[in-house]
């Protein structure tokens, strides 16, 4: 695999490598010295055209973690707000050296068009593109679900084992959602059931065609949840008023207390982040024992390590790098 672009880009084998990878990471961080000499001498380059904090930070971690170099640029307090395009930033990071680029930018396709472009020669991964995809969201998702409803908690308990048959609910704005179509794919890709719930304003056009059930009724969507995903609304990508108001939304389509009592004891509830407490997910929900949403962001670092790691390193070893 030479970039990471899409969920679709993995196949049920490639996923399983990464989330795998990913657990052995996991082990490693149980360590006093997390950092691990792999990627010594290697330049990873975060370039962030739209705001993020778990992304950026833990793509920031996995690479030091690993040892490589990294340099952190985002479009806010550069040269774009000059005028500079993307080709010229990329070119400018090229001469820096880059290995790998992880990049976020507001149009769809944006990751795409740097992989393709032949303007930079290392691996690129999509760190979020417009409304379109965010791959390593969906692998620190399916990561989460699969300790939680395959194997044990202890890293590596659930190796080699993909996800069949589980139930998840992703619920909320789709429409605006990178996340629920990268989670759609792979847990498609993982043998997952997946039922996107949401007013019919809010599931894009052709979603009859992605491998999953829609549904517009929360509640009879949670019997049988084995994890239930919350999408943030994205009130920043809408140009038109979607549904009534805020509290007709919560109403309808966010997880309170009450509809935390409609799920089965095992149920996990997930958010991506960042929240709109109140709005999709109130303070019980996201709070409660059920919740992963911190531990997502802890399970980001070990799957992002094991990313960059099968782009970067090939055939060396996890631990020592030159064997
Ligand atoms: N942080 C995620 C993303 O960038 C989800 C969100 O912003 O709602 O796609
Ligand atoms: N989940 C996620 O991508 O968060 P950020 O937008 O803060 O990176």
């Not at 084998?13 to 989330?19: G, I, K, Q, Y």
Request: one cysteine or more.
């Amino acid at each position: 695999m030479r970039h990471l672009l899409s969920a679709a880009d993995l196949d049920r084998d490639a996923a399983l490598r990464v989330l795998d990878t990913a657990e052995q990471m996991a082990a490693t961080q149980q360590r006093e010295i997390k950092k691990l000499p792999t990627l010594r001498g290697r330049t990873v380059v975060n370039l962030f055209f739209e705001d993020s904090t778990r992304t950026r930070i833990s793509f920031e971690a996995a690479a030091k973690r690993l040892s490589a170099d990294v340099i952190n640029f985002s479009a806010k307090g550069s040269s774009v707000s000059k005028g500079e395009s993307l080709k010229d930033t990329a070119l400018t990071l090229e001469a820096m050296g880059a290995d790998a680029v992880v990049v976020r930018h507001g149009a769809s396709g944006g990751a795409h068009r740097l992989a393709t472009s032949g303007w930079i020669n290392g691996s690129v991964v999509n760190a979020g593109d417009g409304t379109h995809e965010h791959p390593t969201q969906a692998l620190l998702d399916a990561f989460t679900m699969r300790h939680h409803l395959v194997g044990q908690r202890e890293p590596g308990a659930a190796t080699g084992e993909d996800l069949a048959g589980r139930k998840v609910t992703i619920v909320g704005d789709v429409l605006h959602s990178r996340v629920a179509r990268s989670n759609v794919l792979l847990l498609h890709t993982l043998g997952a059931e997946v039922t996107l719930v949401a007013p019919p304003t809010l599931l894009p056009v052709g979603v009859q065609t992605w491998p999953c059930a829609t549904s517009y009724d929360l509640d009879s969507a949670l019997e049988g949840a084995d994890a239930v995903m919350m999408l943030r609304v994205q009130v920043e990508r809408m140009n038109a008023a979607y549904f009534p108001s805020a509290r007709e939304y919560s109403r309808r389509y966010g997880l309170d207390a009450r509809r935390l009592r409609l799920m089965a004891e095992h149920t996990i509830v997930m958010h991506p982040g960042p929240m709109n407490r109140g709005l999709e997910i109130s303070a019980d929900a996201a709070d409660s024992a059920r919740s992963t949403i911190v531990e997502q962001v802890s399970n980001g670092v070990s799957v992002r390590m094991a990313v960059l790691y099968l782009l970067l390193a090939g055939s060396d070893d996890v631990d020592g790098g030159t064997a």
